[in-house]
């Protein structure tokens, strides 16, 4: 099996520019692509986690990755997959957020010896002369056809700003320069992304009269329609001080059976052949194919000792005995008290149990909340310092999601 016919067995590939040069291209190692990473958080989450494992895999075969840190596109903000335009950033945040890509893009990608590039288009984009984008790049774009882009039909209702107008015709011009600078022939980028993508070939067809090729991954969606990565409590992120190893494994442990095959094929470097085995798999054995997901997946963010951790913990904690010590914890104090407790509510907040007080009010009501293995509903429940203070202060939300208080 080729490269190529793998990412279409693993599920991966939406939609291509001229398939056959792609294949030729990826499958004898002469891709040199890029994947674009805006910084408007200071970690990549697991939205990125995809793009991140599709990049390992085409390296192992030889091809060259540019990992692009978006610090000048982060200064529009990308309208794909909005319904108000984004917040605007300080570039002092912009470069913070940067510097915390790069640390954690190296678990995944080989940087050495040219094997792999990181570059920001801040180094391009920001000295650009206005007047001079308009007459080189903006004469290649039909304002017609930009309007028919989903990223900005479904805007056009609620507003689109002039500066979010402009997005497309950044992250053309960045493949642009890529080209001309490394050679980057090849773009990639999640299949929301295709209309922003094609601009960027046809700038370079019209403008150099070479070819360029890009390729759109098929998203991963959760059970509910949201995509990848999100939680009610908010995004899963790749930094362990904001997802915890374990919790990070959890979110995988508890995927919908319908997805464990697909995230397998598609996240995982295991074997098509022993994944196509576990399509045969029911019942209790859905179970252990989630382990194998959450385990392997765990390991190539965190490492194996962290991934072992986080699986023994889980499976101490569901067989209602074990070590806890490896469960996830939040630190209070006495400045986290008022009137010398604190409110069962706001402990739900503060763990990122909840996303918010009156989906914690709902969810102690709904009778989904437990502290020391004992269930409450009476939504006023407040702890003082000595009840905090006891060996092991733990909270549960549901049946899987569980967090330790340790108080100082």
Same mark, same amino acid.
């Given at each position: 099996?080729?490269?190529?016919?793998?990412? $279409?067995? *693993?599920? +991966?590939? #939406?939609?291509?520019?001229?398939?056959?040069?792609? %294949?030729? @291209?990826?499958?004898?190692?002469?891709?040199?692509?890029?994947?674009?990473?805006?910084?408007?958080?200071?970690?990549?989450?697991?939205?990125?986690?995809?793009?991140?494992?599709?990049?390992?895999?085409?390296?192992?075969?030889?091809?060259?990755?540019?990992?692009?840190?978006?610090?000048?596109?982060?200064?529009?903000?990308?309208?794909?997959?909005?319904?108000?335009?984004?917040?605007?950033?300080?570039?002092?945040?912009?470069?913070?957020?940067?510097?915390?890509?790069?640390?954690?893009?190296?678990?995944?990608?080989?940087?050495?010896?040219?094997?792999?590039?990181?570059?920001?288009?801040?180094?391009?984009?920001?000295?650009?002369?206005?007047?001079?984008?308009?007459?080189?790049?903006?004469?290649?774009?039909? $304002?017609? *056809?930009? +309007?028919? #882009?989903?990223?900005?039909?479904?805007?056009?209702? %609620?507003? @689109?700003?002039?500066?979010?107008?402009?997005?497309m015709i950044m992250q053309s011009?960045?493949?642009?320069?890529?080209?001309?600078?490394?050679?980057?022939?090849?773009?990639?980028?999640?299949?929301?992304?295709?209309?922003?993508?094609?601009?960027?070939?046809?700038?370079?067809?019209?403008?150099?009269?070479?070819?360029?090729?890009?390729?759109?991954?098929?998203?991963?969606?959760?059970?509910?329609?949201?995509?990848?990565?999100?939680?009610?409590?908010?995004?899963?992120?790749?930094?362990?001080?904001?997802?915890?190893?374990?919790?990070?494994?959890?979110y995988w442990r508890n995927i919908?059976?319908?997805?464990?095959?697909?995230?397998?094929?598609?996240?995982?470097?295991?074997?098509?052949?022993?994944?196509?085995?576990?399509? *045969?798999?029911?019942?209790?054995?859905?179970?252990?194919?989630?382990?194998?997901?959450?385990?392997?997946?765990?390991?190539?963010?965190?490492?194996?000792?962290?991934?072992?951790?986080?699986?023994?913990?889980?499976?101490?904690?569901?067989?209602?005995?074990?070590?806890?010590?490896?469960?996830?914890?939040t630190s209070l104090d006495a400045?986290?008290?008022?009137?010398?407790?604190?409110?069962?509510?706001?402990?739900?907040?503060?763990?990122?149990?909840?996303?918010?007080?009156?989906?914690?009010?709902?969810?102690?009501?709904?009778?989904?909340?437990?502290?020391?293995?004992?269930?409450?509903?009476?939504?006023?429940?407040?702890?003082?310092?000595?009840?905090?203070?006891?060996?092991?202060?733990?909270?549960?939300?549901?049946?899987?999601?569980?967090?330790?208080?340790?108080?100082?």
């Amino acid at each position: 099996m080729t490269l190529y016919e793998e990412l $279409v067995a *693993r599920g +991966l590939i #939406a939609q291509v520019t001229d398939e056959e040069e792609i %294949k030729e @291209l990826i499958n004898q190692g002469k891709a040199i692509f890029y994947i674009g990473f805006d910084p408007t958080a200071d970690s990549l989450h697991v939205g990125h986690f995809m793009a991140l494992c599709l990049m390992k895999r085409l390296q192992m075969a030889g091809n060259r990755p540019i990992a692009l840190i978006g610090g000048g596109t982060a200064m529009i903000g990308d309208p794909t997959g909005r319904t108000d335009m984004r917040q605007m950033m300080t570039p002092e945040t912009i470069q913070h957020n940067c510097d915390c890509f790069k640390q954690q893009m190296s678990r995944f990608i080989d940087f050495s010896d040219g094997k792999a590039l990181m570059v920001n288009n801040a180094d391009w984009l920001l000295d650009l002369n206005y007047v001079d984008v308009l007459r080189e790049v903006g004469a290649h774009f039909s $304002v017609n *056809r930009m +309007l028919t #882009a989903e990223c900005y039909k479904q805007r056009m209702e %609620k507003g @689109l700003s002039f500066l979010e107008f402009n997005y497309m015709i950044m992250q053309s011009y960045d493949f642009y320069v890529l080209y001309q600078k490394y050679g980057c022939n090849m773009q990639f980028g999640g299949d929301d992304q295709w209309s922003n993508m094609l601009g960027g070939t046809e700038l370079i067809r019209r403008k150099l009269s070479k070819d360029a090729y890009a390729m759109t991954i098929n998203l991963l969606l959760n059970s509910e329609g949201n995509k990848m990565g999100k939680t009610q409590s908010g995004a899963v992120w790749l930094d362990p001080n904001k997802t915890s190893p374990f919790d990070f494994y959890q979110y995988w442990r508890n995927i919908a059976d319908a997805d464990v095959l697909k995230c397998l094929r598609m996240l995982t470097f295991l074997p098509l052949e022993q994944i196509d085995e576990m399509d *045969r798999w029911e019942g209790s054995q859905l179970n252990t194919a989630k382990e194998i997901l959450a385990y392997e997946l765990t390991k190539l963010v965190h490492g194996e000792a962290e991934a072992t951790k986080a699986q023994n913990s889980a499976r101490a904690l569901f067989s209602n005995g074990g070590d806890n010590a490896n469960m996830p914890c939040t630190s209070l104090d006495a400045s986290d008290l008022s009137d010398g407790s604190i409110g069962l509510i706001t402990l739900l907040v503060k763990t990122n149990l909840v996303g918010s007080r009156s989906e914690g009010r709902r969810t102690i009501e709904q009778g989904g909340v437990s502290v020391n293995g004992e269930r409450i509903t009476d939504i006023n429940a407040a702890f003082t310092a000595d009840e905090l203070s006891v060996d092991e202060f733990i909270i549960k939300r549901g049946k899987k999601k569980f967090m330790k208080i340790i108080f100082k």
